[in-house]
Every structure is written in structure tokens, then in C-alpha cells.
């Protein structure tokens, strides 16, 4: 699942970890074709009964982190899998 939100992009991804899934998301600060952006990868976070729901969890996860990095808090919010 890829979308834009207030100038990241946003890719969510799933994969299979045994009976569950595990969401994971890589974003990106939307550039001009002459800038190379850097991009941020979430690690694995939580695991969920059905892909479905981990997708959904990955996407407000990465919401969260875009709105904490527009809010001008000092450093990227490593992935800890446990929020």
C-alpha cells in the first residue's frame, strides 16, 4: 500500500511471521526531481492475526511518525516494534 501524507511518502508492507503478520513501513520526504530525499525505514512492528489489520496499523503508525517530524521534535523516532 503506497500513499502520500502532508509531504512523505509512504509505503506500507506486510509480511508473514509464522500464524500472524507483521507490518512495515518506509517513508520518504516528497522532493523535487533535482533533490535526492532520505528515507526512513520503521523495522517490523507489531504483529497481527490477519494482514489486513497489520497494514492498518502500519499506516497510523506512519502517520504519527510524519506528524511528530513535522512538529519539530529533534531526531527520527526509531522503530521499536512495541508501540
Excluded: H
Excluded at 53 to 59: K, L, P
Amino acid at each position: 500500500m503506497q500513499f502520500e501524507y502532508r509531504g512523505f511518502n509512504i509505503e506500507c508492507a506486510t509480511e508473514a511471521s509464522g500464524a500472524s503478520f507483521v507490518g512495515s513501513v518506509t517513508i520518504s520526504r516528497l522532493q523535487n526531481d533535482d533533490d535526492e530525499g532520505e528515507t526512513f525505514n520503521s523495522g517490523y512492528l507489531k504483529s497481527f492475526p490477519t494482514r489486513l489489520q497489520a497494514i492498518g496499523y502500519a499506516r497510523i503508525w506512519a502517520e504519527m511518525w510524519c506528524d511528530e517530524q513535522l512538529s519539530g521534535s529533534s531526531s527520527p523516532r526509531p522503530a521499536t516494534g512495541k508501540d
